[in-house]
């Protein structure tokens, strides 16, 4: 009888700890949680406002890879104002271990390089679980084109993770409403020519077909000149962008070169000056937290098509 008892008790509490246990994908891996992390860092300006909206700030010990490159606005001050930066641009190994964290939400190139220091295997040894940003995973394995799905995708396995399902299905039900009313509404004609500058000046860098300003674009009824550009961002060539003649230019606003300088460069140089977009100065400014995956997408396809559609 007590052998018996013994047993029931092993198989109650093995069913109990598997229950517990949480596993979702991350890029080509399966990560497995056995329970919600408690000391989280978040890599770059949209990673860390879907942890915010998710309502994660008392998970986190921190977060990094914003102010090296960007500023926040206010409504990001306030959301990370207990918070530490633990590092201004890319974090080391010993930043993330000198926390004491257990947990990295990051993607490649935001936040973690092929082959750098600080990747998935780097940090498992040290009991930090890694999850990757979805649109970032075309960097080590084959995907399809940029989604608003790949945001998606994230707040719902970021909310089972963190054992806060409920919110972050309520989130992601909400963003897709809203964005299925705008476009139900949205008055449209022959997808236009768009072009993304997000920086340079003796080559530009841009968004290509993995990348999600693609899918931004579609959504608000354009069409990125670059979506055969098998890349998420990378460079092109200016000849490439007179080739394909863009009728509308979208600039991804951060960093020290404002939107009004990068817009004065393609304006000013005689080398544009037969673009459609040129020619008819239409110029659409997304800040990079609305150009990259998070919260804010939603607001920045309503942003593209009030350009593309209201004159």
Not at 34 to 53: F, G, W, Y
Not at 190 to 208: H, I, K, N, W
Request: hydrophobic share 40%; glycine share 6%; proline share 4%.
């Amino acid at each position: 009888m007590k052998k018996t008892l013994l047993t029931g008790l092993a198989l109650t509490l093995s069913v109990g700890i598997a229950a517990a246990e949480t596993t979702v994908q991350s890029c080509d891996r399966v990560v497995t949680f056995d329970a919600p992390p408690q000391r989280a860092i978040s890599n770059d300006v949209n990673l860390t406002e879907m942890m915010l909206v998710l309502g994660l700030e008392d998970r986190m010990v921190g977060y990094t890879g914003i102010s090296g490159w960007k500023t926040l606005d206010e409504e990001m001050r306030a959301g990370v104002q207990k918070l530490p930066e633990l590092s201004s641009k890319y974090p080391s190994k010993e930043v993330i271990i000198g926390a004491d964290a257990d947990f990295f939400f990051a993607g490649w190139n935001y936040g973690m390089k092929v082959g750098g220091e600080v990747t998935p295997e780097t940090l498992e040894p040290f009991g930090v679980k890694v999850y990757e940003l979805t649109e970032s995973c075309t960097h080590i394995m084959d995907k399809d084109k940029a989604s608003i799905e790949d945001m998606y995708a994230d707040l719902l396995n970021l909310g089972r993770i963190f054992a806060v399902e409920e919110r972050a299905e309520n989130l992601v039900e909400g963003y897709r409403s809203d964005l299925a009313a705008f476009k139900q509404d949205l008055k449209t004609a022959e997808p236009l020519r768009v072009f993304v500058y997000d920086s340079g000046e003796d080559t530009p860098f841009t968004a290509g077909r993995y990348a999600m300003p693609t899918a931004l674009i579609e959504a608000a009824g354009g069409k990125n000149i670059m979506d055969d550009f098998e890349k998420s961002w990378a460079t092109v060539t200016w000849e490439e962008v007179v080739e394909r003649n863009p009728e509308v230019v979208v600039i991804v606003n951060y960093g020290e070169v404002t939107a009004d300088q990068k817009r004065a460069f393609i304006m000013s140089n005689p080398t544009f000056a037969d673009l459609d977009a040129v020619k008819n100065d239409r110029f659409v400014t997304l800040e990079y937290v609305e150009a990259t995956p998070g919260p804010r997408n939603i607001r920045a396809i309503k942003t593209l098509a009030e350009a593309f559609w209201s004159e």
